[in-house]
């Protein structure tokens, strides 16, 4: 962490790993939709918000910051999956067949 701060590099590796933990998100979306529709929304609600209760507890500015995006993305998520839901609709991607659709 003190190499991190003496050599300025402490917002470039928040910045990457921000970049990285968003696109993680995107395939889990994706395959969360598939396997089990819009009712698991309840799952990114719960682990955004304990990810900012452990981000606010966390002393460590980058763990924090990290635990922060990983909280808000989770919460991100939430609206991402019903969007994913109306991309299946218009055949974006497909349908899970052991799956009852509306």
Do not use: D
């Not at 790993?17 to 990114?44: D, M, N, Q, R, S």
């Not at 966390?58 to 969007?83: M, P, Y």
Request: proline share 3%.
């Amino acid at each position: 962490m003190e190499f991190l701060e003496t050599h300025h590099l402490l917002g470039l590796v928040i910045g990457i790993a921000t970049f990285l933990i968003i696109g993680l998100f995107h395939p889990i979306v994706i395959k969360a939709e598939y396997y089990w529709g819009t009712k698991c929304w309840w799952i990114f609600s719960v682990s955004g918000i304990l990810g900012i209760v452990v981000s606010v507890l966390v002393t460590n500015v980058l763990l924090s910051a990290l635990i922060g995006v990983f909280a808000f993305s989770s919460f991100w998520s939430i609206k991402e999956i019903f969007e994913q839901k109306e991309r299946v609709k218009k055949g974006w991607f497909p349908k899970n067949p052991r799956r009852k659709y509306e």
